[in-house]
């Protein structure tokens, strides 16, 4: 069985999040399970933990063709999120124009429905940190 290529977790009674995982030996965070540290190559010492939910741009672009159904056009963006992951992920509710290397912003969680498909799924993306709805 393969992990989920997105690791959110939406307890039933709580907030969704994204899991992550730290190193108890170097501090430092990833995105999803890990049983290794990349950076110190620590072993069997990774904690599980909520990702942090605001962060800047690291890198972005602006996506002018995609895929059939999928509106265009939308920001892909690289966070680095206050916890010291990175994070991949889609930048919305932003003028493609505005966006800038640190601009902060902040994850929502939104469903998301796929061309042709009829089932919704939940998803998180980013917005401006400053005046943006949930
Ligand atoms: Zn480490």
Known sequence: MSEPLLPIIQPNDGKPYVAGSRCTQCGHVYVGPREVCAKCTARDAMEPVHLAETGKVWAWTVVH??????????????????????????????????????????????????????????????????????
Do not use: C, N, W
């Open 65 to 134: 063709r995609s895929f059939p159904g999928v509106a265009t056009p939308f920001v892909d963006v690289i966070v680095d999120l206050d916890d010291g992951a990175h994070i991949k992920g889609t930048l919305v509710d932003v003028d493609p124009q505005a966006v800038s290397a640190d601009m902060p912003v902040r994850m929502v969680f939104r469903e998301a429905v796929p061309a042709g498909a009829d089932k919704p799924y939940l998803t998180y993306l980013f917005v401006p940190a400053q005046g943006a709805a949930a």
